[in-house]
């Protein structure tokens, strides 16, 4: 268990809807990423927060925003849906702002857009 | 823009042949090259993090070595519990870390 956790563990909506998925990183790590994952794509990694502040970002499109909140935890909003954007959305969190300490991730979240 | 390539993409061995998994990578200012296991199913786990060119980690059955252009992940008498996608990523000077599309290794009792 890499003690980050993600809700929904799947999620099944039609195209145009918003959809909002849900991590809380593991006790005391203050970076979440966002990353996503398709058969054909690989990871892609889509946006970084450090306690509670954009850090970097990624291949995440206009559609797509996420945030951390004071307690950590953080949301990553999915707007327009497009058939597309079905896929694994996997959270990861890490103590630091870089990549000295690995990532641990969460199980994901199945979107399935149809 | 920063590239990891990962061959051959299946595996199947038969349990007690070892292998190797390699990872080719274009990462300028490479800062560190990891390695995690996948289960379906389930989120990547942390295996290992290089960092320099000739630097090796082991665990269990499994040694992670680098090289200035790519790292191998070598499975000494794989059992079928180490049947799992095995991804590399590298991370440069960018600070992004990106992932290559993974080695999917089947063990066969």
């Known amino acids: 268990d890499s003690g980050v956790t993600q809700t929904p563990k799947h999620l099944i909506t039609a195209t145009g809807q918003r959809v909002t998925l849900r991590c809380s990183p593991r006790s005391g790590d203050l970076s979440v990423y966002w990353y996503q994952q398709s058969l054909d794509q690989g990871l892609q990694f889509l946006i970084q927060?450090?306690?509670?502040?954009?850090?970097a970002k990624g291949n995440i499109l206009e559609r797509f925003s996420a945030q951390q909140f004071p307690d950590l935890h953080s949301e990553l909003n999915l707007s327009s849906l497009e058939l597309g954007d079905s896929a694994l959305y996997f959270c990861?969190?890490?103590?630091?702002?870089?990549?000295?300490?690995?990532?641990?991730f969460g199980n994901g979240t199945r979107l399935t857009v149809t | 823009e920063d590239q990891v390539t990962q061959s051959p993409e299946a595996l199947r061995l038969q349990e007690g042949e070892s292998s190797s998994l390699n990872c080719s990578y274009t990462?300028?200012?490479?800062?560190?090259l990891f390695w995690y296991r996948q289960d379906p199913g389930k989120g990547p786990e942390f295996l290992f993090t290089?960092?320099?060119a000739g630097e090796e980690k082991e665990k269990e059955r499994l040694k992670a070595t680098l090289t200035k252009k790519e790292s191998f992940l070598h499975i000494t008498a794989p059992k079928p519990e180490d049947s799992a996608t095995y991804l590399c990523?590298?991370?440069?000077?960018?600070?992004?870390?990106?992932f290559g599309k993974g080695n999917q290794v089947v063990v066969i009792p």
């Open positions: 990861a969190s890490s103590g630091g702002t870089g990549y000295n300490s690995p990532l641990h």
């Open positions: 990462v300028s200012g490479l800062r560190g």
């Open positions: 990523a590298g991370v440069g000077g960018n600070n992004r870390l990106a």
């Open positions: 927060y450090y306690n509670g502040e954009e850090r």
């Open positions: 290089l960092y320099s």
